[in-house]
């Protein structure tokens, strides 16, 4: 279901009617508008003396100079503090689209990090009113079509938006936040999406981290600060770094928020994938497509080698206990406390803020408060016709979905996981190729189905292979989930002690009892995460459920979304809106039952 | 394919297996002809295609595919198209199907495929879908050549909305025209495209990329009717320099950044005061400007296609379509222009008023599309996403 759709597109990079060749590849490597100044490297690969000149060039380039730059003076306070600032001018190298694609995707993964793991530390370690509630939420944005997240984007911190608005009331503004720096906005957005991705992994590894040990640590001397680092922090490092490939991956493969946001200029390799394969043009769509698989697998495999190097930590589910986040009064004025406090408001500009205004985007309209939106959701319910899309068929369909998702990712993902952990250094390989669905891009995926699978492959004898419909969908979206699944059991399973299974057989289990009673409890905080994931993929699923959905009834609730978008949005602003409610509560439910097996 | 579908969907959920997914091909490959082998009355052989029965069979199913908005909006067209046409033909019935997310490029898809197309008339076709048609599959493809002899109400379709096809396939239905959109209390009327140059529209205008939005690609073929082959991409390195900003989507540019009040200038349809005095809009913000005096016709086409089994119904629809009702109720329920010449076709006082329609209206045809357009759309892209 994987392998064939995506063999079937990217067989087009290499075989040029029916004989293999390597001239697409060649093209695009020595094209600088692909590789920038790259292109020349890969043109003449044995001119190392000319490329090593123009390197030393570049370099006898850079300068560093002492500045003074005077902090942004705000329009109405202009106020000015002189900051001495070390410039360091870096002459310009054409990045090519491969190379500014990786350079965003680095930022955008810095990012992501910086602004997760915070959250991740304050849910770890506090205990508050909403915490569990608010933990579950962390995965909403996931499952947000890209269109949304532009939309509430634009809301939130557009001129006329939420929060000059809010700015505004205290005299302030407005300012232009998307106009003036694009590339900050999109770099927001992306993290938008993928720094709940990292909190959620990482506080999943940190509450599974055994407090013995810190404790042992502590009573042989460390500091807190030294027992933190030499203790915890090795465990919570693979957490952080899965966390973080996935932010690469995934931003480096994104598609629509770059161009909602930021505009053509800030084009991704996607991008263009997507339009050779809109032009018809398979092999250059292929070859591009190949080159970012090689680049996605390629990290992958260098990440999944380091994994498998930490592991040997013994661990037992003895999470650290959870502080009160605000005891009393005076704890809640500590630095700590207040970075904390600090912190929440950013998240909460950042998260709630497009979230909240999609909201109020849905019941507003130019002239002001208005329900229309939403009656013609429900006018659409009641009477509209066959041919049109209809609100409840699509939430239906979403959570059939995605609880069908679950019965085939989670053990799927469990059982590779496993079967990696066990075989060592050739389960690095195996778990590489156990990636692929997330190393392949969306559209090349969606493409591959609609040839291989919706159009039928013709067999001999004059048989068809077909599958179209649900269970096309669940499949498409279970093969996209599962990867989740396994990148949160792998690191636990991985720590485990052997020696636990190796008693329990000793004392006459069977090795799935084993499984079963040893390592499953031990792992559930990560299966919880997996299948929280493998439920939001499958929500939040476009491209290819909107292929394989096309004229029949299988329709999604992003689907929908999508299809309300005519000339006006505010219907499909209201269905967004449903989606997020639907989603939230489905969120908290999964988290709230998951959370029985957490102990 | 529907009843493949069903079975596929039917058995794959019953045995869970990929048993269901197991089909047997019975017909004939028929379709492989779709192609282009059927038009021999484009290669010499000129015979009157679709010579006109005694007896037309205008029962049963006719099968139309359509673009969202024209069957899935508030005020769509779709249904009420559906009821007027099965009230005039009794003995049949009109079974909207949406057209897949990969548009026209899914039936050419079909078709390179040798997979049957069961529907059997396309409502929305652009020139471009027409040249996309053809630069890639046989030359009068996919669709049949019309005997216009057999639509009585073609001979109603003004002239300039002709779409060009050297083989016949398609007839206008309506058009829309690509002008810009701008708020009269922050910009004066740009008069013409160099005026967007300059220092007063620096950092103003919001376009659409070429390569994925309708109407960012008829902007991009307005400046190419204006400054030529050789001029166009010299046209847009100022107005890059002039910061124009180009988003991926029209939803992204008027919903997100245009009705946010990032800039106050955007590339849209010049109908765009029709929604917004029915949502209740300031209208200073949604003035019409047409640059050049011009406005870029984007007329939309229906046709038949090659496969269709109801060939007489088919007809009968397409002239049904041109008919002076169905002409006002496409017209403002979609919001875009009739096809057809004024005296046949009455509109709301309120459309006049707020519809807007160019002094000049300018397209670039069929023939200087074909073999073209991927290549100007591929050199304005790299020009711009160039780091």
């Given at each position: 279901?994987?392998?064939?759709?995506?063999?079937?597109?990217?067989?087009?990079?290499?075989?040029?009617?029916?004989?293999?060749?390597?001239?697409?590849?060649?093209?695009?490597?020595?094209?600088?508008?692909?590789?920038?100044?790259?292109?020349?490297?890969?043109?003449?690969?044995?001119?190392?003396?000319?490329?090593?000149?123009?390197?030393?060039?570049?370099?006898?380039?850079?300068?560093?100079?002492?500045?003074?730059?005077?902090?942004?003076?705000?329009?109405?306070?202009?106020?000015?503090?002189?900051?001495?600032?070390?410039?360091?001018?870096?002459?310009?190298?054409?990045?090519?689209?491969?190379?500014?694609?990786?350079?965003?995707?680095?930022?955008s993964t810095v990012a992501s990090v910086a602004i997760g793991l915070p959250a991740a530390y304050v849910l770890a370690n506090y205990e508050f009113y909403g915490r569990q509630t608010l933990r579950s939420l962390t995965i909403l944005p996931f499952v947000l079509p890209g269109i949304m997240v532009a939309v509430g984007f634009y809301a939130m911190f557009g001129r006329s938006g939420t929060l000059n608005t809010i700015l505004g009331g205290v005299g302030l503004g407005p300012f232009a936040f998307v106009e003036s720096n694009p590339l900050a906005i999109v770099i927001l957005a992306h993290a938008f999406y993928n720094a709940p991705l990292v909190a959620r992994i990482t506080v999943a590894a940190w509450e599974s981290v055994d407090v013995r040990a810190v404790e042992t640590a502590r009573s042989l001397g460390a500091s807190e600060r030294r027992a933190f680092r030499d203790v915890v922090v090795p465990q919570l490092a693979p957490a952080v770094l899965t966390g973080a490939l996935l932010t690469f991956i995934f931003t480096f493969m994104t598609f629509p928020i770059v161009l909602a946001l930021g505009g053509l200029q800030l084009a991704t390799v996607e991008v263009w994938i997507y339009d050779r394969i809109q032009r018809l043009d398979y092999t250059e769509a292929a070859t591009l497509a190949v080159l970012e698989t090689i680049l996605s697998l390629g990290l992958t495999y260098a990440y999944l080698r380091y994994e498998s190097a930490q592991t040997g930590l013994s661990q037992a589910a003895s999470p650290p206990p959870k502080e009160a986040l605000f005891p009393d009064l005076q704890t809640t004025l500590?630095?700590?406390?207040?970075?904390?406090?600090?912190?929440?408001?950013?998240?909460?500009?950042?998260?709630?803020?497009?979230?909240?205004?999609?909201?109020?985007?849905?019941?507003?309209?130019g002239s002001g408060f208005t329900l229309r939106n939403y009656a013609f959701l429900l006018e659409r319910q009641l009477e509209g016709e066959s041919f049109q899309t209809q609100p409840w068929p699509a939430i239906r369909n979403s959570l059939l979905f995605g609880v069908a998702t679950l019965f085939i990712a989670v053990p799927m993902g469990i059982v590779i996981s496993v079967l990696t952990v066990r075989a060592g250094r050739s389960g690095t390989i195996i778990d590489t190729l156990a990636m692929l669905p997330l190393a392949v891009s969306g559209v090349v995926f969606g493409i591959g189905l609609l040839q291989g699978l919706v159009f039928g492959i013709s067999l001999p004898g004059g048989w068809q292979f077909q599958v179209t419909g649900a269970v096309a969908i669940v499949v498409a979206h279970a093969v996209a989930a599962y990867p989740f699944v396994t990148r949160n059991v792998s690191p636990l399973l991985s720590s485990l002690d052997p020696a636990m299974v190796e008693s329990a057989r000793a004392l006459g289990a069977s090795r799935f009892r084993a499984l079963l009673d040893i390592e499953l409890p031990l792992v559930a905080s990560g299966i919880v995460a997996g299948a929280a994931f493998a439920f939001a993929i499958s929500i939040g699923e476009f491209s290819s459920t909107v292929i394989l959905a096309s004229g029949s009834e299988s329709y999604t609730m992003p689907v929908a979304v999508e299809r309300y978008l005519g000339r006006r949005s505010g219907p499909a602003i209201a269905m967004g809106t449903l989606l997020l409610l639907v989603t939230a509560a489905s969120f908290v439910v999964i988290d709230r039952v998951g959370g029985r097996y957490e102990l | 394919m529907r009843r493949r579908t069903f079975v596929g969907t039917l058995g794959g959920g019953a045995i869970a297996g990929f048993a269901g997914c197991l089909s047997r091909e019975d017909t004939d490959d028929e379709n492989g002809d779709a192609n282009g082998d059927a038009n021999g009355g484009s290669n010499g052989d000129e015979q009157t295609p679709d010579p006109e029965p005694e007896n037309p069979d205008l029962e049963g199913t006719l099968e139309v595919v359509s673009y969202e908005s024209m069957i899935d909006e508030e005020t769509a067209a779709g249904p009420w198209l559906k009821e007027a046409f099965e009230s005039e033909f009794p003995d049949a019935e009109l079974e909207w199907t949406l057209l897949p997310d990969q548009g026209i490029n899914y039936y050419i898809n079909s078709a390179e495929q040798g997979e049957s197309i069961d529907a059997d008339v396309y409502l929305g076709l652009n020139i471009d879908d027409l040249v996309s048609v053809d630069d890639n599959l046989a030359e009068g493809g996919l669709f049949r050549e019309l005997n216009t002899d057999r639509i009585e109400r073609s001979g109603r379709i003004r002239d300039g909305l002709d779409m060009g096809d050297p083989h016949d396939r398609v007839l206008a239905y309506d058009t829309g025209y690509i002008?810009?959109?701008?708020?009269?209390?922050?910009?004066?009327?740009?008069?013409?495209?160099?005026?967007?140059?300059?220092?007063?529209?620096?950092?103003?205008?919001?376009?659409?990329?070429?390569?994925?939005?309708?109407?960012?690609?008829?902007?991009?073929?307005?400046?190419?009717?204006?400054?030529?082959?050789?001029?166009?991409?010299?046209?847009?390195?100022?107005?890059?320099?002039n910061g124009v900003r180009v988003l991926d989507s029209w939803n992204d540019s008027y919903n997100g950044a245009y009705m946010n009040e990032e800039r106050p200038m955007v590339v849209s349809y010049s109908t765009d005061q029709v929604f917004a005095s029915a949502s209740g809009h300031d209208l200073s913000r949604h003035q019409v400007g047409f640059l050049n005096d011009q406005g870029y016709a984007n007329p939309e086409g229906m046709a038949?296609?090659?496969?269709?089994?109801?060939?007489?119904?088919?007809?009968?629809?397409?002239?049904?379509?041109?008919?002076?009702?169905?002409?006002?109720?496409?017209?403002?329920?979609?919001?875009?222009?009739?096809?057809v010449e004024d005296e046949h076709v009455d509109l709301d006082d309120e459309f006049d008023e707020y519809a807007h329609v160019p002094p000049e209206a300018v397209t670039i045809g069929y023939d200087d599309l074909r073999g073209n357009l991927d290549g100007w759309v591929d050199d304005w892209a790299r020009e711009y996403a160039s780091q």
């Open positions: 279901m994987l392998y064939l759709p995506t063999g079937i597109v990217l067989t087009n990079a290499v075989v040029e009617d029916g004989v293999p060749t390597l001239a697409p590849f060649v093209e695009v490597l020595t094209d600088p508008f692909y590789f920038g100044a790259l292109a020349d490297v890969f043109a003449d690969p044995l001119a190392i003396g000319e490329h090593l000149q123009s390197l030393a060039g570049w370099i006898a380039g850079i300068s560093v100079s002492l500045t003074v730059v005077f902090s942004v003076p705000l329009p109405s306070v202009s106020l000015e503090i002189p900051i001495p600032w070390l410039a360091i001018d870096i002459p310009g190298v054409r990045q090519g689209l491969f190379g500014f694609t990786a350079y965003q995707a680095a930022l500590s630095p700590r406390r207040l970075a904390i406090l600090g912190y929440g408001l950013v998240a909460l500009v950042l998260f709630v803020g497009p979230l909240i205004s999609l909201v109020i985007g849905s019941v507003t309209d | 002008s810009l959109v701008y708020d009269e209390t922050e910009v004066d009327e740009p008069q013409t495209f160099e005026d967007l140059l300059e220092s007063e529209y620096e950092e103003s205008l919001l376009a659409q990329n070429a390569q994925t939005s309708d109407p960012g690609q008829a902007f991009l073929l307005w400046t190419i009717d204006a400054f030529g082959e050789d001029g166009y991409l010299d046209y847009w390195a100022d107005l890059e320099d038949i296609f090659e496969d269709a089994t109801q060939v007489d119904l088919a007809y009968a629809f397409l002239d049904f379509v041109l008919s002076n009702s169905a002409q006002a109720e496409i017209a403002e329920r979609n919001v875009q222009f009739p096809a």
